[in-house]
């Protein structure tokens, strides 16, 4: 008996250890660290007190692999963004230094422009003076003429390093709320959309999807093969919903998307996504593999006022449950 109590704490503790990893790893670096989240909690999930020896050494080789390859994503991402902004950082003091420089050649020209206007003034010939400020008023236009010419060159110039900069912060915002996979929305900017329409009490529903048996078709075909279907699946579900929609992949073959409007707006999405999305795909990069079937279980709430982001996301995936195969709902989710 204590070494079957010793076994369940191990693991409750090897569970919760994993969690904290995959939550850590999802709050330092959202684009890389969720996929890093969701196969650990699958890897947890694997870790019964039914396991044996072999499984468990594989089971910890799988996740040291994972934790390799996130740090290698998260590595390279973080670099990527660095050196973006260390770029427009350098356009910026750029820009500054050639305003400065213009405005000190100026500075020196209109100087020696005042001090020969005060020598003109102490001239006594009337003719001489007439001369020299004719030749003061060319000198003057010319002046102002390359002021002008030169702002002109400088504003236009400015304006082009402001779109490079709005271009690479679009292009550094797309990468931390976008799927680097699938390109749809990450848990990230879906969460945040939910909030925003919290706090705006605006009506809307999610609708949480689960492919089923995609790990059947990842150890059939390979994950290069699996990584394919997903984004396959993640395009015929972008085109049944309508653009305001916020499709979102959240997890390994986890989707949410969140619709504008009521429960019957959200079924009538779910009935096309069952009509147009579900079916038989083909398995790019091996010729002679059959197509499959890709079907995703799928389930809607409908925001109620008052309840919270967690409260709405549990409704939908007690209804998604629902609606998976008896065969493929965990145990203890009724």
């Known amino acids: 008996m204590d070494a079957e109590q010793l076994l369940r704490a191990a693991l409750g503790s090897y569970h919760a250890a994993l969690d904290s990893v995959g939550q850590a790893a999802a709050q330092a670096c959202p684009s890389a660290g969720e996929s890093l989240q969701a196969a650990l909690l699958k890897l947890s999930a694997a870790l019964t007190e039914a396991a044996s020896e072999g499984e468990v050494v594989e089971t910890t ?43 000190k050649r100026y500075s020196k020209r209109f100087t020696e422009f005042t001090d020969r206007l005060n020598a003109t003034s102490k001239l006594s010939d009337l003719g001489a003076i007439r001369q020299s400020l004719g030749q003061h008023a060319v000198d003057l236009r010319s002046y102002a003429a390359q002021m002008v010419a030169e702002s002109e060159r400088t504003i236009a110039k400015l304006r082009a390093q402001i779109a490079t900069y709005e271009s690479k912060l679009e292009e550094m915002e797309h990468l931390v709320s976008h799927d680097p996979l699938t390109g749809l929305s990450n848990r990230r900017k879906v969460e945040r959309q939910i909030e925003t ?72 999405r779910m009935e096309r996504i069952r009509r147009w999305v579900n079916g038989t795909y083909a398995v790019r990069g091996n010729p002679n593999a059959p197509k499959v079937k890709v079907t995703a279980a799928a389930g809607a709430a409908q925001w109620n006022p008052g309840e919270t982001m967690r409260d709405v996301l549990t409704r939908a995936d007690a209804a998604m ?14």
Not at 67 to 90: C, D, G, I, N, Y
Not at 198 to 216: A, G, H, T, W, Y
Request: proline share 2%.
């Open 321 to 334: 449950y629902a609606d998976k195969p008896l065969a493929l709902v965990p145990t203890g989710v009724s």
């Open 61 to 103: 080789r799988a996740i040291q692999d994972e934790l390799k390859a996130w740090a290698e994503r998260a590595s390279h991402l973080f670099q990527r963004s660095t050196s973006e902004m260390q770029e427009v950082l350098l356009m910026a003091g750029t820009a500054a230094q050639q305003a400065g420089e213009r405005d």
């Open 197 to 268: 329409r919290i706090r705006s009490e605006q009506v809307f529903c999610v609708i949480s999807l689960d492919l089923n048996k995609f790990k059947m078709l990842n150890d059939t075909h390979g994950h290069p093969a699996g990584d394919d279907l997903l984004k396959q699946f993640a395009t015929e579900l972008r085109t049944v919903f309508r653009s305001h929609d916020i499709v979102g992949r959240v997890g390994g073959d986890e989707f949410i998307v969140l619709v504008d409007g009521d429960l019957s707006v959200a079924n009538a």
